[in-house]
T-cell receptor, first 110, second 114 residues
Framework: KNEVEQSPQNLTAQEGEFITINCSYS?????LHWLQQHPGGGIVSLFM???GKKKHGRLIATINIQEKHSSLHITASHPRDSAVYIC????????????FGKGTKLSVKP | DAGVIQSPRHEVTEMGQEVTLRCKPI?????LFWYRQTMMRGLELLIY????????DSGMPEDRFSAKMPNASFSTLKIQPSEPRDSAVYFC????????????FGSGTRLTVV
């Protein structure tokens, strides 16, 4: 069964800073997911990536399949980016459910 | 598509009462997941279905919890009898295929058992 670890657990940044959140997993996967949850809010899928890099606005996600590692970057961070960011990977090669990291709570100060 | 639709958004009930949560997945998605989220335990998988068939219910806390998916467009999670420790946000999600393509969460149901 896959194990997913995220770091850091908590992150405080000043507005405008470049932010990196890391995720590692133990079992080879077809794709990895990055999710976002605002306080008291729903869970939104940001990225699903299987190789290389994806970009959406100020958010960039990268993955290294060989090293079983992914990063989520936020450029020019803004207070509205404050949320919990969660990475998730398939539980196993033949399983359809996801295993979630414990999340990174990001707080961006103005 | 309207996304994954859950109802109700909020539910307050008394201990011992039956609670039914509902979920409509995205049309065409063949996987449906029920999760529970609490401050203490984070996001936990309760059960998931593939093509309306329960695949893994090992996360269901106990016999008080049951889930059904009578067809591809509807699923229910029932708690009977409810207890205060069941208070949590319950999320439904759906996806296409084993890789989780189009993984989409519903808005969640905030359940409070008093």
């Amino acid at each position: 069964k896959n194990e997913v670890e995220q770091s850091p657990q908590n992150l405080t940044a000043q507005e405008g800073e470049f932010i990196t959140i890391n995720c590692s997993y133990s079992v080879g996967i077809s794709a990895l997911h990055w999710l976002q949850q605002h306080p008291g809010g729903g869970i939104v899928s940001l990225f699903m990536l299987s190789s290389g890099k994806k970009k959406h606005g100020r958010l960039i996600a990268t993955i290294n399949i060989q090293e079983k590692h992914s990063s989520l970057h936020i450029t020019a961070s803004h207070p509205r980016d404050s949320a919990v960011y969660i990475c998730a990977a398939p539980a196993g090669r033949s399983q359809g459910n996801l295993i979630f990291g414990k999340g990174t709570k990001l707080s961006v100060k103005p | 598509d309207a996304g994954v639709i859950q109802s109700p958004r909020h539910e307050v009930t008394e201990m011992g009462q039956e609670v039914t949560l509902r979920c409509k997945p995205i049309s065409g998605h063949d996987y449906l997941f029920w999760y529970r989220q609490t401050m203490m335990r984070g996001l936990e998988l309760l059960i998931y279905f593939n093509n309306n068939v329960p695949i893994d219910d090992s996360g269901m806390p106990e016999d008080r919890f049951s889930a059904k998916m009578p067809n591809a467009s509807f699923s229910t999670l029932k708690i009977q009898p409810s207890e205060p420790r069941d208070s949590a946000v319950y999320f439904c999600a759906s996806s296409l295929g084993r890789g989780g393509y189009g993984y989409t969460f519903g808005s969640g149901t905030r359940l409070t058992v008093v």
